[in-house]
């Protein structure tokens, strides 16, 4: 079993519906859960990022994770054409006392207009 | 825009040729670090960089040699690639290691 699991997609999705994003993991000691956005020809970018089980919203955008569960979610509300782009889940541990980030393969996203 | 910032943006560069890669941020992170990328997959690490220290080397061959001038400068140097290497190369900081990254835009590398 791969230590962060998430579905590559395709995603294609109306403007306007809500899209869920979703990652699993095996590993309890992720201590850092972060969402990436990739445009085509651009690095990652920060979207947002968690310590904690339960929910942070920033805008149109939800984080959720479900320790218990290792589960985490991306969910963006409203959802507009230049969502458009490839989300990467990816997660932080230090066992071992060593610095680990482990990222999901991506799921791509179009948003059609 | 980022605030890490790499040049250039994309390079072309023969087997037998040497070049470098730079990053800059001034957000005042102590962690750096250069990742690879090729199409359609996650980043992999390459090298990581703590209070200008190399503390990772993820068994990266020799041809790719990192260096940390100071707090904000991270370069990679490169020597007699091959085709393989062919990838976007991405910095990325983080206030010290074990915090969220924010990545730079990359360079496209293509070694012909």
């Known amino acids: 079993q791969k230590e962060v699991e998430q579905d590559p997609g395709p995603l294609s999705v109306p403007e306007g519906a809500i899209v869920s994003l979703n990652c699993t993991y095996s590993?309890?000691?992720?201590?850092?859960f972060m969402w990436y956005r990739q445009y085509s020809r651009k690095g990652p970018e920060l979207l947002m990022y968690t310590y904690s089980s339960g929910n942070k919203e920033d805008g149109r955008f939800t984080a959720q994770v479900d320790k218990s569960s290792k589960y985490i979610s991306l969910f963006i509300r409203d959802s507009q054409p230049s969502d458009s782009a490839t989300y990467l889940c990816a997660m932080i541990s230090t066992e071992g006392g060593s610095e680990k980030l482990v990222f999901g393969k991506g799921t791509k996203l179009t948003v059609n207009p | 825009d980022t605030e890490v910032t790499q040049t250039p943006k994309h390079l072309v560069m023969g087997m037998t040729n040497k070049k470098s890669l730079k990053c800059e941020q001034h957000?005042?992170?102590?962690?750096m670090y250069w990742y690879k990328q090729k199409a359609k997959k996650p980043p992999e690490l390459m090298f990581v960089y703590s209070y200008e220290k190399l503390s990772i080397n993820e068994s990266v061959p020799s041809r790719f040699s990192p260096e940390c001038p100071n707090s904000s400068l991270l370069n990679l140097h490169l020597h007699a690639l091959q085709p393989e290497d062919s990838a976007l190369y991405l910095c990325a900081s983080s206030q010290v290691t074990a915090q969220p990254q924010h990545f730079g835009d990359g360079t496209r590398l293509s070694i012909l």
């Open positions: 957000m005042g992170h102590r962690a």
């Open positions: 590993n309890s000691a992720f201590q850092y």
